[in-house]
């Protein structure tokens, strides 16, 4: 027999000691989360709303609008469709569409809308027009 | 001196059972429908997942571990459960967050679920980490001295495993979209660092793990020496090996801008890496 298989019989050393410890922290930890969430509760439909991020940038003749789309809600939402109008004058004179694949509960996603008009050249909307629920 | 025995066995163990856990977890650690279906899955559901790894791990621990010398007792299986389900969590969290699929902006709800879901493979391949190369420990290396071809030969021999190894691996994630789509979110910084990850995993694997003959290795013959210089040289070769992947497959144009497609061949030769220091040990 070995060293090493008769200490396997004696009690952990140290080292044994510390790894398992440290182990069960993290498994323990990991637990712990999902009953906090599980506390706090998941059961919020998805809310996904949308608002400006920082100024119009400029290249060439493009106008690229940055857009961050926020769920708020708990549950995720899929496929949100993310639409930008472009009015003067009460007519539409461009819009814009953007997807975003899956948005889970808190998460934030930026999109980038581009213009070819200058949006200060008239009224922007910005608006989350629908998703599906996973 | 035996503390330090203790140390360095311990060491060993946990390092055997993080090779284990990234060999077995790096598919699916690579799949992107498994990243959407941690992100929209509720509390419950993921209490019931780390139930049944729990369950199935402390089976595996029963039957192999990830320790040298199997354990005896059922405590002792008991504690080996948790630390490889511990360690599943780790290898997780650390191919997730090298893909950046767990970022200090992901909600930690969806990287909960993501380091859940992906600890159940990982953790089964921790769980069977001291069977995956037992085999080769039990025989001699002696490919390339068998065959007579000394020095040269065994140095192909190391190249030619280290490739099919990267190969058998890789090409599981090298069709899918998901390469283009990581390479695409990735910045030359966060490159390094996987450059980096990659060589420390494929050094760990094959010099530290003592899944195989590393001993042997150390003293090894073969222009591949130094244990370093086998690392980086076989880094290269599973990288020329996910290049060649990328081309065949059409997912990357060798004649597109070189600062296209690098990406995707450093990020894919992350699991190749992994492969190919697999690859090595077996034969």
Request: charged share 20%; glycine share 10%.
């Amino acid at each position: 027999m070995t060293d090493r298989a008769r200490s396997r019989r004696d009690p952990r050393s140290p080292a044994e000691w510390v790894t398992f410890t440290v182990a069960a922290l993290i498994v323990g930890g990991i637990a712990g989360a999902v009953a906090w969430l599980w506390i706090r509760g998941f059961d919020r439909p998805a809310d996904a709303v949308v608002r400006r991020s920082g100024p119009v940038r400029q290249v060439g003749s493009r106008f690229y609008v940055r857009v961050e789309v926020d769920n708020r809600g708990d549950r995720t939402a899929q496929a949100v469709q993310v639409v930008a109008e472009l009015t003067q004058r009460g007519e539409v004179v461009e819009e814009a569409e953007q997807t975003v694949d899956f948005l889970s509960g808190g998460e934030v996603e930026t999109v980038e809308f581009v213009f070819t008009e200058d949006p200060a050249s008239g009224e922007l909307a910005v608006r989350v027009a629908g998703f599906l629920l996973p | 001196m035996a503390a330090a025995n203790g140390w360095r066995d311990e060491i060993r163990d946990q390092v055997r059972g993080f090779a284990g856990g990234m060999l077995f977890g790096i598919p699916l650690l690579f799949t992107m429908e498994m990243w959407w279906i941690a992100a929209h899955s509720t509390p419950p559901q993921l209490a019931m997942v780390l139930a049944m790894t729990f369950v199935v791990v402390l089976a595996l621990s029963q039957l192999s571990g990830f320790h040298a010398d199997p354990p005896r007792t059922f405590r002792r299986v008991l504690a080996d459960a948790v630390e490889a389900v511990a360690m599943g969590i780790v290898v997780s969290l650390t191919v997730l967050v090298m893909v950046r699929e767990i970022t200090l902006a992901t909600p930690p709800g969806e990287a909960l679920g993501k380091l859940v879901y992906h600890s159940i493979t990982a953790s089964i391949g921790v769980a069977l980490a001291s069977q995956f190369f037992r085999g080769a420990a039990d025989e001699p290396d002696s490919a390339g001295e068998e065959a007579g071809g000394g020095d040269l030969l065994g140095t192909v021999v190391d190249l030619g495993a280290t490739a099919i190894g990267a190969m058998f691996v890789a090409s599981a994630i090298a069709p899918t979209d998901e390469i283009p789509m990581l390479a695409a979110a990735t910045s030359p910084p966060w490159l390094l660092g996987v450059i980096a990850t990659s060589l420390l995993v494929s050094y760990c694997v094959v010099f530290v793990s003592g899944f195989g003959d590393e001993e042997q290795r150390r003293h090894q013959r073969g222009v591949l020496q130094h244990p370093i210089t086998e690392t980086m040289v076989a880094y290269l070769v599973a990288l020329m090996t996910c290049a060649g992947m990328l081309v065949v497959l059409q997912r990357v144009d060798l004649t597109d801008p070189w600062t296209g497609w690098l990406p995707s061949v450093l990020l894919l030769g992350f699991p190749a890496a992994v492969g190919g220091a697999a690859g090595r040990l077996a034969v």
